[in-house]
């Protein structure tokens, strides 16, 4: 049975190749590679339903029969055509099959079909007949999405040791260490940065004392010389009088 456990690995920047590849691993199954000339789906039923991929035009006219036997059944699933173009299209050789030849497929051949998607939100999707809500027997295809079905089939061992599951940890942890490099990096830039601006600071604080003691001492000195010219120009007649009697000067 297909492992329902949630996910360990985180999908994100997988693409969707490695996303099937991981949950196939993780559910356990190994993949049958089917030509991609159109008839991929039908390749794929054929190869689960009768071992041999080669029957895929059987498959598609035994699945063609069904719907023109049973249109009720599947009309309501087409919204691009009628129903009779659909059916006379899907009659064609390499004409893609789609979700309404798969549902068509679990009807007339009393399957439970599971499909193991590489939609990142969908891991799998199942399809019952209606004749039956559990049949007996269940068929597995692989989805990668909107590209191409395959067959699959469960492994005897199914484990996390293949080569494709180590790659895909691989490429997170080498991911994940570019990640880590990345942010230390870019803390030891902004360190750097905080220590350049707090060295322009502490330098223009000292620029800046500087400045002003000079100023403070080109302000005194300034001062000191606007007294002293204040006082050479207020020079009074008792000064005068003084300094003649030290002289022994007389005006009489």
């Known amino acids: 049975m297909p492992n329902m456990q949630t996910k360990s690995l985180c ?5 969707d190749r ?6 196939l691993e993780w559910e356990g199954f190994t993949e049958y590679k089917m030509q991609s000339d ?4 039908f390749r794929a039923l054929a190869d689960q339903l009768y071992k041999n991929s080669a029957l895929h035009k059987l498959v598609r006219q035994e699945i063609v029969q069904q719907l023109k036997t049973h249109p009720k059944m599947y009309k309501e699933f087409i919204n691009n055509m009628s129903f009779s173009e659909y059916v ?3 009659s ?3 004409e893609w099959g789609d979700e309404v030849t798969i549902k068509a497929a679990a009807d007339l051949y009393v399957v439970k079909i599971v499909l193991v998607t590489s939609i990142k939100q969908t891991p ?3 399809f019952l007949p209606k004749s039956q809500k559990e049949p007996d027997r269940v068929i597995h295809l692989s989805y990668l999405s909107g590209i191409h079905f395959n067959s699959i089939h469960q492994k005897k061992d199914p484990g996390f040791g293949s080569a494709s599951m180590k790659k895909l940890h691989r490429k997170k942890e080498k991911e994940q260490k570019k990640i880590e490099e990345e942010r230390k990096k870019k803390e030891e830039e902004e360190e750097r940065v905080r220590k350049e ?3 322009e600071e502490k330098k223009r604080d000292k620029e800046e004392k500087k400045r002003d003691k000079e100023e403070r001492k080109m302000a005194k000195v300034k001062k000191e010389k606007k007294e002293k010219k204040n006082k050479d120009k207020h020079f ?3 000064d005068m009088m003084s300094i003649l009697e030290q002289e022994d000067y007389s005006f009489f």
């Open 38 to 41: 159109g008839n991929c789906q």
């Open 11 to 15: 999908l994100d920047d997988l693409s």
């Open 18 to 23: 490695e996303i099937l590849e991981y949950r």
């Open 236 to 238: 009074h007649f008792s």
């Open 124 to 126: 799998l999707i199942e």
């Open 92 to 94: 064609k050789n390499s």
């Open 88 to 90: 006379k299209n899907m």
């Open 197 to 199: 601006k707090e060295q």
